[in-house]
């Protein structure tokens, strides 16, 4: 076994031991060992990570745009250059495959510097005709100061990179805390930066848990906004807690999204769709499209051609070329999922393919958990309701277009929805009345960095990527400026 490794935080430009003295283990969830020590923070450290983040804030804001976009651009080249060795730890972290995960940090995340790099000079603010003679109104956003960033455990450098990239070229600091379960990866994206001119205290990452780090960092006098992305309980403490300073909030929390296959749909191409919907990343993302609604008499023939493009996927090691389906990246969430599995079945839904935890050869020791596809889902179950966050589809009959938006829209979530017709009119029909932020129609699962990505409902409020996504992290200020004497004596 390797040496496990200890790691520090990063605040003010340097790596500190946490002020508790204690460090939390890290696990590796395809050999179940233990591989790294996060730092325990606490509120001691958090005042350090933010004092240096308020401190960094006008110099930064202050930076001309273009100088403050070449600073943002060099943390893409960054990224680019150290790909290979945080996608190693991100697949030893997290159970990210290997094979897809160093790609996408040399390309779309990377790309997320780039495009806010180069937005800094761009977002214009407009001078506005008001009903007010002798005054020039203009608008111009600013940001908002040292803002906090808290992370899900999933995608944990994806989800990062989306908050601190348009953070920073808003001109805003960051002060950053990764989930308690996939911390090491955001640690070694700072070391690479430090290879950057990124002035001390624009970013600065903190580790520990949600309520000993996460709170104190968001109840933080000097914290101005919150970013989070995350499950509905955690997100809704989190708003709690701001609320009460009255800051602003993004949130980016679950889903349980319908892919709604129609009668007139090309079923292989919905099949393909539904099955790269979920299962390549074991469920373990956002946007899982988790419940598959199907028009009543394609159910049988579709559920076929699901099984028989899930079956003979290869579950292994993630940093095998191989492998198709990774680990589940930590313990408690492994045992969660079986238990939405042993529930479902308790509910009365029928298994129809996998529901077992599973060995693979090329790592024994892993957590693992079979394709899982259970038919005779009704709308009430929990399994049709609640999101799994796993490689668990639940499959609901439906009799018409009305009846698809209906269960589709009964669901506290709103994250995304996918619909598969060979008819496009009827798609986009579908896809205005479906209470979504996002909807695929005939594709699922693509994202860029130019399209905004977020929730209606409990699914989240606010949006990351694209335009808005910088927005999310900019206030505007309207300034009145008289041309001509303009302020009357009131008691004259
Ligand atoms: P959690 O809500 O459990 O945790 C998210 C982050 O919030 C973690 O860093 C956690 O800390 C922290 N946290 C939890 N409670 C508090 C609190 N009271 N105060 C401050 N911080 C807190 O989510 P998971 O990590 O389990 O992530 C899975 C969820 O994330 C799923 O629901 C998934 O759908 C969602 N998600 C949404 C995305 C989107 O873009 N909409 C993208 C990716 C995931 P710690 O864990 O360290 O204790």
Same mark, same amino acid.
């Given at each position: 076994m390797?040496?496990?490794?200890s790691y520090h935080?990063f605040?003010?430009?340097?790596?500190?031991e946490p002020?508790?003295?204690?460090?939390?283990d890290s696990?590796?969830?395809?050999t179940g060992?233990?591989? !790294?020590?996060?730092?325990?923070?606490?509120?001691?450290?958090?005042?350090? !990570?933010? /004092?240096?983040?308020?401190?960094?804030f006008d110099p930064?804001?202050?930076?001309l745009?273009?100088?403050?976009?070449?600073?943002?651009r060099?943390l893409?080249?960054?990224l680019?250059?150290h790909a290979?060795?945080? &996608?190693?730890?991100?697949t030893?972290d997290?159970?990210?495959k290997?094979?897809?995960?160093t790609?996408a940090l040399?390309?779309w995340?990377?790309d997320?510097f780039y495009?806010?790099?180069?937005?800094?000079?761009k977002?214009e603010g407009s001078v506005?005709?008001?009903d007010a003679?002798?005054i020039?109104?203009?608008?111009?956003?600013?940001p908002?100061?040292?803002?906090?960033c808290?992370t899900a455990?999933?995608?944990p450098l994806?989800v990062?990179?989306?908050k601190?990239?348009?953070?920073?070229a808003a001109?805003?600091?960051?002060v *950053?805390?990764?989930?308690?379960h996939a911390?090491a990866? #955001?640690?070694?994206?700072m070391?690479?930066?430090q290879?950057?001119?990124?002035?001390t205290g624009?970013?600065n990452?903190? %580790?520990g848990f949600?309520?000993?780090t996460?709170e104190?960092? *968001?109840?933080h006098?000097l914290?101005?906004?919150?970013s989070f992305?995350g499950?509905v309980?955690? &997100?809704s403490?989190?708003a709690m807690?701001?609320?009460?300073?009255v800051?602003p909030v993004?949130?980016e929390l679950g889903?349980?999204?319908p /892919?709604?296959?129609?009668?007139?749909a090309?079923l292989?191409?919905a099949?393909?769709?539904?099955a790269?919907?979920?299962?390549?990343?074991?469920?373990q %993302?956002c946007?899982?499209g988790s419940?598959l609604?199907?028009q009543r008499?394609l159910h049988?023939?579709?559920v076929?051609?699901?099984?028989?493009i899930?079956r003979p996927a290869?579950?292994g090691h993630p940093?095998?070329?191989d492998?198709q389906?990774g680990p589940?990246?930590n313990?408690p969430?492994?045992?969660?999922?079986?238990?939405h599995?042993k529930e479902?079945?308790?509910?009365g839904?029928?298994?129809?393919?996998?529901g077992?935890?599973v060995?693979p050869?090329?790592? @024994?020791n892993g957590?693992?958990?079979? @394709?899982?596809?259970f038919t005779?889902?009704?709308?009430d #179950?929990?399994l049709a309701?609640e999101?799994?966050?796993?490689?668990?589809?639940?499959?609901v009959?439906?009799?018409?277009?009305?009846?698809a938006?209906?269960?589709?829209?009964?669901?506290k979530?709103g994250?995304a929805?996918g619909v598969?017709?060979?008819?496009?009119?009827?798609?986009i029909?579908m896809?205005?009345r479906i !209470?979504?932020?996002t909807v695929?129609?005939?594709?699922?699962?693509?994202? %860029?960095t130019?399209?905004p990505?977020?929730?209606?409902?409990q699914?989240?409020y606010g949006?990351?990527?694209?335009i808005?996504?910088?927005k999310?992290f900019l206030?505007t200020?309207?300034v009145?400026l008289a041309?001509? @004497?303009?302020?009357?004596n009131p008691?004259?």
């Amino acid at each position: 076994m390797a040496a496990v490794k200890s790691y520090h935080y990063f605040a003010d430009n340097g790596w500190h031991e946490p002020a508790s003295r204690t460090w939390f283990d890290s696990f590796n969830p395809t050999t179940g060992e233990v591989w !790294a020590y996060i730092p325990r923070c606490n509120a001691e450290d958090i005042d350090r !990570a933010v /004092q240096a983040a308020h401190a960094a804030f006008d110099p930064w804001r202050r930076l001309l745009p273009s100088a403050r976009g070449n600073v943002v651009r060099k943390l893409g080249d960054a990224l680019i250059d150290h790909a290979e060795s945080l &996608g190693a730890i991100e697949t030893r972290d997290n159970g990210k495959k290997t094979v897809d995960i160093t790609p996408a940090l040399k390309t779309w995340l990377a790309d997320s510097f780039y495009y806010y790099a180069g937005l800094c000079d761009k977002l214009e603010g407009s001078v506005i005709p008001v009903d007010a003679p002798g005054i020039l109104n203009y608008t111009k956003h600013e940001p908002f100061g040292a803002v906090a960033c808290i992370t899900a455990w999933n995608s944990p450098l994806l989800v990062a990179i989306w908050k601190i990239a348009p953070a920073l070229a808003a001109g805003n600091t960051v002060v *950053i805390k990764p989930s308690e379960h996939a911390s090491a990866s #955001m640690l070694a994206l700072m070391e690479a930066f430090q290879e950057t001119d990124l002035p001390t205290g624009v970013l600065n990452v903190v %580790t520990g848990f949600g309520e000993e780090t996460g709170e104190p960092l *968001i109840s933080h006098p000097l914290i101005r906004l919150v970013s989070f992305t995350g499950g509905v309980a955690g &997100g809704s403490a989190v708003a709690m807690a701001a609320s009460r300073q009255v800051k602003p909030v993004i949130m980016e929390l679950g889903g349980k999204s319908p /892919q709604i296959v129609l009668g007139d749909a090309d079923l292989n191409l919905a099949a393909n769709g539904i099955a790269t919907g979920i299962f390549p990343p074991a469920g373990q %993302t956002c946007i899982a499209g988790s419940r598959l609604l199907v028009q009543r008499e394609l159910h049988d023939k579709l559920v076929d051609i699901v099984c028989n493009i899930v079956r003979p996927a290869r579950l292994g090691h993630p940093e095998n070329a191989d492998t198709q389906i990774g680990p589940i990246a930590n313990e408690p969430h492994f045992r969660r999922i079986l238990e939405h599995i042993k529930e479902a079945k308790d509910e009365g839904a029928r298994l129809v393919l996998g529901g077992n935890a599973v060995q693979p050869d090329s790592a @024994p020791n892993g957590w693992f958990i079979e @394709p899982t596809i259970f038919t005779d889902v009704t709308p009430d #179950m929990r399994l049709a309701r609640e999101e799994v966050f796993g490689p668990v589809l639940a499959v609901v009959p439906f009799d018409s277009e009305e009846d698809a938006i209906r269960i589709a829209n009964d669901s506290k979530f709103g994250l995304a929805a996918g619909v598969w017709t060979r008819d496009s009119a009827r798609g986009i029909r579908m896809a205005e009345r479906i !209470a979504a932020g996002t909807v695929y129609i005939n594709n699922y699962f693509n994202a %860029t960095t130019q399209s905004p990505v977020g929730g209606y409902k409990q699914s989240g409020y606010g949006r990351e990527n694209g335009i808005e996504g910088m927005k999310a992290f900019l206030q505007t200020k309207s300034v009145w400026l008289a041309t001509e @004497p303009n302020q009357p004596n009131p008691f004259a």
